[in-house]
């Protein structure tokens, strides 16, 4: 198999070294000619500075976008024209008809189009995602989510809700197994040209709701979320993966080995490229977490509720 990455700034790097590590990564596209350059020779593949150059110079199966989110669009729908698998770091675009168009595509084409959202392949989610399918504590009732960290130099042309929000979103969707109806958020900007805090309630039926907090203010990094059930609380850090749960008069560790949540993503892009049934984030589920988001920043300047009815 033969993958290519388009972008190689920040977060692009790790993709890059996984990728050349499962011995797949065949050439680098980059406008910045010195990183192309030093990304080309540090993992001795072609390098290639314009996009339309490396489609018609390289034979590739799949390609990895991970450019800023304002040019996902343009990048993506000129490699799924080209009939190639294509993985996009999120958000999949910041318009969602954008989203939408890129969707109708892969399937016309009958590629994979897919989204990075992270978290669904950190191990911690996945047992959590297993106890509320077993019910094993009751029904999930609750979800909250707190992320905080510095801001990020490197984001500039998105605020926390496109940026940081949507990785909450999207596993929300993914535990509670549906979409939101509602959405209210309060968002507002202290240091960032775009909002660098934000809180996001979400409704889903019969009641169900999940609190997404998220700011680029302090200095300390925390990512951690609990889900309430009937009997339990069950909580966990995406970072240590450790997971807890609180019942009435007891508490229980549940064992867990910690891996890389961005290899078992990557390793499940390839997979399903090669045909295998993986649990990979489908187009139309990360147009949904566009959508959310679009709400979350409208309701935020609005200050009222916005209804959705997605798919």
Same mark, same amino acid.
């Given at each position: ?45 072609? *390098? ?54 890129? +969707? ?22 996945g047992i959590v995602k297993n106890l509320v399918k077993e019910k094993k504590y009751g029904d999930l009732i609750m979800l909250e989510f707190h992320r905080e960290n510095r801001m990020p130099l490197h984001i500039k042309d998105v605020g926390i ?5 949507? *990785?909450?979103?999207?596993? +929300? ?20 040209? *775009? ?83 993986? *649990? ?32």
């Open positions: 198999m033969k993958i290519v990455q388009i972008g190689t700034g920040g977060w692009g790097k790790n993709h890059a070294r996984i990728l050349s590590e499962l011995g797949v990564l065949s050439a680098i596209c980059d406008a910045d000619t010195q990183r192309s350059k030093e990304f080309g020779e540090k993992y001795s593949v072609n *390098h290639y500075e314009s996009l339309e150059n490396m489609i018609s110079s390289e034979e590739f199966d799949g390609a990895f976008v991970i450019t800023p989110t304002s040019t996902h669009a343009e990048i993506a729908k000129k490699l799924l024209e080209a009939k190639k698998h294509v993985f996009v770091e999120k958000p999949l675009t910041y318009k969602t008809e954008e989203g939408e168009e890129l +969707a109708r595509l892969a399937d016309k084409n009958r590629v994979i189009l897919t989204c990075g959202y992270i978290e669904r392949f950190n191990p911690a989610v809700i496109y940026d940081t929000s949507v *990785h909450d979103i999207d596993t +929300a969707n993914w535990l509670f197994d549906e979409m939101p109806n509602v959405v209210f958020a309060r968002s507002g900007q202290i240091k960032h040209e *775009h909002e660098d805090f934000a809180t996001i309630m979400l409704g889903y039926k019969d009641n169900k709701v999940a609190i997404i907090t998220s700011n680029w203010i302090t200095p300390k990094r925390i990512r951690k979320f609990h889900a309430i059930c009937n009997d339990a609380r069950i909580s966990s850090d995406f970072i240590t993966q450790e997971i807890k749960v609180e019942k009435q008069e007891e508490i229980e560790n549940i064992e867990n080995e910690k891996q890389e949540p961005l290899l078992l993503e990557i390793q499940s892009f390839l997979n399903a490229v090669e045909g295998k049934d993986e *649990h990979i984030v489908k187009a139309q589920q990360a147009v949904n977490v566009s959508k959310i988001a679009e709400a979350a920043l409208l309701s935020s300047q609005k200050g009222v509720p916005i209804y959705l009815d997605l798919k």
